[in-house]
Nanobody, 120 residues
Framework: QVHLVESGGGLVQPGGSLRLSCAVS????????MGWYRQAPGKEREFVAS???????NYADSVKGRFTISRDNPKNMAYLQMSSLRPEDTAVYYC??????????????WGQGTQVTVSS
């Protein structure tokens, strides 16, 4: 069984920074693409950023230049460094991972989410 656990969310003032972490555990052969998504109240879940196994990254236009995704493959961790936060960044942030299991097969997994609130 695989688990993704996010942490690092909270309340921050506009212009502030937060760093989200995603810890992956379980019978993992390889962590393939990892990503962050978010869902604001009343809106659909949207893509934020992703990183492939070899470190190629992709960002939503709304966060380019402000957010940075990174990963620590030996530790099965992913991070999202968020800077210059805006009220419109307020959402529940979810970690996503495409994982190849030791027993075979590649599957898509989600964490439970962490709340980020940007407000003065």
């Amino acid at each position: 069984q695989v688990h993704l656990v996010e942490s690092g969310g909270g309340l921050v003032q506009p212009g502030g920074s937060l760093r989200l972490s995603c810890a992956v555990s379980g019978r993992i052969f390889s962590l393939n693409t990892m990503g962050w998504y978010r869902q604001a109240p009343g809106k659909e879940r949207e893509f934020v950023a992703s990183s492939t196994l070899v470190g190629s990254t992709n960002y939503a236009d709304s966060v380019k230049g402000r957010f940075t995704i990174s990963r620590d493959n030996p530790k099965n961790m992913a991070y999202l460094q968020m800077s210059s936060l805006r009220p419109e960044d307020t959402a529940v942030y979810y970690c996503n991972a495409d994982i190849t299991l030791i027993q075979g097969g590649a599957y898509d997994y989600w964490g439970q989410g962490t709340q980020v609130t940007v407000s003065s």
